[in-house]
């Protein structure tokens, strides 16, 4: 047996021995690139500490990971598909690692965004070849249970990044979890050369490289102004970029419609089962992001949990997705994916409506149902919709199709992130000011406690240690009368510390439910919508040719003759790939 694999698949004429052992590899790659956002949350706070970071800092050194992640995935999917997915995975890898050596050593809020930068051109590359060499590698009856497993690692990774990045910072600094990365992309390159066999499309065109460049402007454009608009008001940037991501955008389906081989053929939009599938993993992440944003901010600072307490809180989030992806695997086969998509869009709606019961007197344990049915959800909604987008792409095509599912999940975590975080934001501020009225207080205090809950409860240490000095001046005060002037204004201002703590807590915990509602509406909107779009029928149907409602399934002839899963025009999908 060869150390490195070099013949594809689709030469050897039967199923890949190795492939199991290959995909805990495509687990592997994807499970770092999602666990560098997730870890982030809860090493945000010691990286503010130690760079002295602004909010707008701490804003873009998070997104500047998302906005060249989300962008560049399309044109880099069609990219590894001409010329090789596994160079794609590897050289996405080293760019993805190198980015993160450079992380830990710099020493300024530019050079983290830089990095983050970088980390997420990797992150580009390594997400759509995962899923390509997935459904390139396996056989189509084992490719559900394969991209079920693909799909629980991004649900633990999404519990694990705050845990690793805990557990490193009980002994070591934020850069840590920078240098995490490392040896984990080391075994994964050496995995990919050793278990991955090499893909590419056997006949694939010159890539549409203009629809491709602008599929990066729109993309991009339209993930600034999510994060831009939002958080740092609607000013000329924001403006501009939404104006720029429309423009763009018109371009690229006129771009796309006319050409003959383009990166992406916007007619699958029409397909139901594909449609459907990619709005119910939008706006499934749009909750989960949103919920997970604010949840870790809950249990760091109104619970006062740190960091490796935190990570360990969210595992049952990790427990819960095995879980639903075990069910997911019984019974879409069984009563089809309708049924198992829209009961996890139900789940998530129920799990954020369960978070409107938060409140400052809220322990833990209100925490656990909803991570727990929250776990579920994702487990259960997610494999059957990444499978159905993958597909309905022709094996020419499998690292298109493995973009657009990315950047569907991409765009709904930004839209989570922005629109829910805004949401808190201003209910936040709201809250504490009422709170807060009356409370003698000075200004800018109040006005820098409504900045966020990190900095309310940074006030709050604040006047209490302002509080602390003033009685030991009173101790050590040799005239009685400024004695007890002193001691009078430290009880007012200790008082006024306690009372801004508690004010904090209650308003973010209002701030939470609120967020949640909304969160939960939003996606109940949604569960209706994708249950309506996606068709009715099981995998006999499917199998069958048909689903229930009498459309042609993907694989199986159609009444012409021509197979129903051929590209546009009617080219047959072409074999998965020759080596490169």
Sequence with gaps: MRLIVKEP????????????????VLCLSLLI?????????????????ALGLTSADLQWVIDGYTVPYAALMLLLGAIGDKYSRRGALVLGLLVFGGGAVAGSLVDSAGGVITARAVMGVGAALIMPATLSLLAATFPRRERARAITLWTATAGLAIAAGPLVAGALLERYGWSSTFLINVPIVVLALVGAFVLVPPSRAARRERVDHVGGLLSVVWIGALVYTIIEGPHFGWGANALTAAGVAAVALVLFVVQELRHPRPVLDLRRFAD?????????????????????????????????????????RMLPLAGAVFVGS????????????????????????????????????????????????LGLAIGLALSPCTDAIMGAFPESELGVGGAVNDTSLELGGSLGIAVLGSVLA??????????????????????????????????????????????????????????GELKAQAEQLASGAHRMADAVASSFSGAVAHTSLIGAVVL???????????????????????????????????????????GPGGREHEPAGTAR
């Excluded at 706006?283 to 740190?306: C, K, P, R, S």
């Excluded at 069984?334 to 049924?339: A, D, E, L, N």
């Design 9 to 24: 698949v689709d030469r050897t004429g039967v199923p890949y021995a190795r492939r199991w052992w290959a995909l805990l």
């Design 33 to 49: 690139i999602v666990m560098a956002n997730t870890a982030l949350t809860v090493a945000a706070p010691d990286m503010t500490r």
């Design 272 to 312: 139901r089962r594909f449609a459907g599938s990619n709005l119910a993993v939008a706006l499934f992440f749009l909750a989960v992001f949103g919920a997970f944003y604010y949840l870790t901010q809950h249990l760091q600072f109104v619970l006062g949990y740190d960091a490796l307490e935190t990570g360990t």
């Design 326 to 373: 075990t069910l997911t695997g019984y019974l879409t086969p069984r009563v089809g994916m309708r049924v198992t998509v829209t009961a996890g869009m139900v789940g998530g709606t129920t799990a954020l409506a369960l978070l409107t019961r938060i409140d400052a007197a809220s322990s833990y344990g209100d925490f656990v149902a909803p991570l727990l049915v």
């Design 426 to 483: 201003s209910s936040y501020s709201s809250r504490l000011s009422d709170a807060t009225a009356g409370s003698g207080l000075p200004a800018d205090a109040l006005s820098s406690a409504q900045d966020s809950v990190g900095a309310g409860y940074a006030v709050a240490q604040g006047v209490g240690e302002r509080a602390r000095q003033l009685a030991e001046q009173a101790a050590r005060a040799a005239d009685a009368t400024q004695a």
């Design 524 to 566: 109940g909107v949604g569960t209706v919508l994708v249950a309506v779009l996606l068709p009715r029928g099981t995998a006999a149907d499917t199998a069958a040719g048909t689903d229930a409602e009498g459309a042609a399934a993907p694989g199986t002839p159609a009444e012409d003759g021509t197979p129903a899963d051929a």
